[in-house]
């Protein structure tokens, strides 16, 4: 019962432990730890649109696990914050490592957080996948602008330094 509640409060906790385990991965890339960071206040603010946009209500019966309570657009739904974020944070960080035992890990508190949304009725099934899919297109995104557009340029960079250095 106490591994459960545990697992419960990970879940619920998981977007902070994913987003402090990425910022972490990401810290010796520096380029990308700044597009990440700029990514998830952007991918917050979708997140608030999309709820006020819909307006899809959390399922009757939600339970609190921390005591939180939810106002503004954070009453309604769709799409899970919770789902977005962590996916957001997943697929960025996979983009720029490649390292599957974060990946697996981070997955694996993925999980953990849609189980517990849906255990304590915060979001529906559909919320769920439907912040999952935003999440990962966000984080796909955000990965191949600041390759393309910074990550391109500071490995050029690099490489015409050490270039001169030989």
């Known amino acids: ?9 990970v879940g619920f906790l ?3 432990i994913v987003f402090i385990m990425t910022s972490i991965q990401l810290y010796s890339y ?5 597009g990440y960071l700029v990514v998830t206040f952007i991918s917050k ?14 399922p009757i019966g939600a339970r609190s696990i921390l005591g939180e309570t939810y106002e503004g657009p954070e009453k309604y739904g769709m799409p899970s914050g919770h789902a977005q974020s962590i996916f957001t944070s997943i697929v960025f960080l996979y983009g ?7 990946l697996y ?9 849609v189980l517990q949304r849906w255990k304590y009725k915060n979001h529906t099934p559909k919320q769920l996948f439907v912040g999952a899919c935003l999440g990962a297109f966000i984080g796909y995104s955000a990965f191949l602008m ?3 557009f910074i990550g391109n340029r500071y490995t050029m960079f690099m490489n015409d330094k050490n270039h001169l250095l030989e």
């Open 105 to 113: 890990l981070e997955l694996f508190i993925a999980g953990l957080t």
């Open 30 to 34: 520096t380029y990308y730890l700044y």
């Open 146 to 148: 600041n390759y393309y």
């Open 45 to 58: 603010l979708i997140n608030s649109f999309m709820k006020n946009w819909y307006r899809e209500p959390r």
């Open 96 to 102: 720029v490592t490649e390292k599957t035992f974060w």
């Open 1 to 9: 019962m106490i591994l459960i509640d545990l697992f419960d409060v």
């Open 14 to 16: 998981g977007p902070y």
